[in-house]
């Protein structure tokens, strides 16, 4: 037998790290990554609504509610994956899904479940202040952000690989 400094001594001079190896994402789980993940991208890459609702300027809607409805009219559709170029003023809204752009003049989202949509003009019986409902560009990470770290062990499985 030998003393536990020795056996340590031992085994730290005679193992070193294995090389780094390229697997596929089903194969993960329970490996340690080798280098830093760098993001190549802001996520989102443009401001999207968290919600299904209306795209709207809060300003318009700060009073609004059941007993005092705001009314807007409704000028588009913006949908998620879609890349249309949609301008909104006071006064108008824009029907969209969640995970869409929000249109450049929006500063809010108000769900669809505090509003009725009749003919084209929306009643609003909600507020919503400004942010309200609207995921910013960056905000799960930036591009050039460390995603993961080199030495981390991955545990969680992927779902649906």
Known sequence: MIAFREAYKTVTKNISPLSSEKVTLRNLLKRVVSEDII?????PSSDVSLKDGYAIVSEDIEKASSDNPVRLALIGTQFAGSRKKIILGHGKAVRITSG????EGADAVIPEEFTVNKNNIVEVLADAYRGRN???KGD??????TIISRGTLLMLPISGL
């Open 39 to 43: 993001s190549l991208f802001d996520s």
């Open 100 to 103: 869409a752009i929000i249109p």
């Open 140 to 145: 799960n990470f930036r591009k050039g952000e």
């Open 134 to 136: 609207i995921l910013r």
